[in-house]
């Protein structure tokens, strides 16, 4: 017998995304988003995202729907973001996701929104090797994670951010290069008219101290930067921001990069998979990309659309716990904002 199709809900922060997903087989997915509704705040405003769920969660399912041909009887089971993310987004996420798997009579999955974004490499290169060192960069975390059975073994933290995520370094950092937001995506294209050279911004945490190893720091980049734009101004000059955002990204994808590897290199894993938004980045895919092939390690990003927030990602974990034959979440399940 076939397995079911797994409708997967995401809205832990502006992005309102549904997907569905049959035996690791993506079929349809829709996205929205509330980011330009933020974008004159500077970060994200919860109240806002939460309301833009509301209005945005059931056309975005039958958008998902319609981009796979299928109808909402079709659907066998839905997979719904429970954390870590805003309280207000996630609620509203979870109410939905509640109502849809009642209204229809299928089961319904918690899903942990990092196993999201590590599932979503699966979409495009199929089923991770068991094991693989996964690092996950986004506007919320920066994890390295040694994964084996997703749909079963417990994730395996090797390190993660002691303060800043990475996304939230390059957001922050943007603000103050007077650059839009999301920060991330404006240092990729300043970046492109830059020398990574050019200023000597910091590498946190790489003196080799074996108890940092793997964990990362952003906040002293982000506040050397900041110390850079404002020293630049004082001086009179205009802000080489082409030179500025290079140097900032190099730094950001040196270290994500070495510690990456290092730990594949002392794990002898020879897989790393890079998820999340800030794996979009053009740096640290080519850093990336050059430092496995060094190394003999393979290396796999999924590509952009998936990287960043969506619902394929979250129905793709749900398939897998269907097909693990995971017992469904409780009627009373809650969101978990601050899940580890
Ligand atoms: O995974 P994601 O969509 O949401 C979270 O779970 O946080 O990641 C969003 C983060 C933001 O900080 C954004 O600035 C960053 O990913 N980002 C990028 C790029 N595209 C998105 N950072 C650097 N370069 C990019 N091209
Ligand atoms: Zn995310």
């Known amino acids: 017998m076939p397995s079911p199709v797994v409708l997967g809900i995401e809205s832990s922060c502006d992005e309102t995304g549904a997907g569905l997903v049959r035996d690791g087989r993506l079929l349809g997915h829709a996205l929205a988003s509330s980011m330009d509704e933020h974008a004159r705040f500077g970060g994200v405003v919860p109240e806002i995202a939460a309301r833009a769920h509301v209005h945005a969660l059931l056309p975005v399912v039958h958008r998902a729907l319609d981009d796979a041909g299928l ?4 659907i066998g089971a839905v997979a719904v973001t429970t954390g870590p993310g805003l309280s207000g987004a996630l609620q509203v996420g979870l ?3 509640k109502s849809l798997a009642y209204a229809l009579g299928v089961p319904l999955h918690g899903v942990h929104h990092l196993a999201g974004h590590v599932a979503a490499d699966t979409l495009e290169h199929g089923p991770l090797p068991d094991p693989c060192v996964v690092l996950i960069v986004s506007g919320g975390h920066t994890s390295l994670l040694l994964v084996r059975d997703l749909a079963r073994d417990p994730i395996v933290h090797l390190g993660d951010t002691v303060d800043d995520a990475a996304g939230e370094c390059f957001d922050k950092v943007a603000r103050v290069f007077g650059l839009p937001y999301p920060g991330g995506p404006a240092i990729d294209r300043t970046a492109r008219a830059g020398d990574p050279r050019a200023v000597p911004f ?6 080799g101290d074996p108890r940092t190893r793997y964990a990362f720091s952003f906040s002293g980049l982000k506040t050397a930067a900041a110390r850079w734009a404002e020293r630049e101004r004082a001086a009179g000059r205009e802000l080489p921001l082409a030179d500025g955002a290079a140097s900032l990204q190099e730094a950001v994808a040196d270290v994500l990069t070495r510690k990456a590897v290092a730990a594949c290199t002392a794990y002898d894993v020879g897989t790393l998979v890079v998820v999340g938004g800030v794996a979009a980045n053009s740096r640290v895919r080519s850093l990336a990309e050059e430092r496995c092939a060094a190394a003999g390690i393979t290396l796999r990003v999924p590509p952009l659309r ?3 927030d969506n619902g394929a990602m979250i129905a793709a974990v749900g398939d897998l716990l269907v097909r693990a034959g995971a017992a469904p979440a ?5 969101i978990d904002p601050s899940a580890p």
């Open 71 to 74: 109808a909402m009887a079709d």
């Open 95 to 97: 109410a939905g996701a």
């Open 202 to 207: 910091p590498r946190p945490l790489t003196s």
């Open 306 to 308: 998936l990287c960043t």
């Open 330 to 334: 409780p009627a009373d399940v809650s």
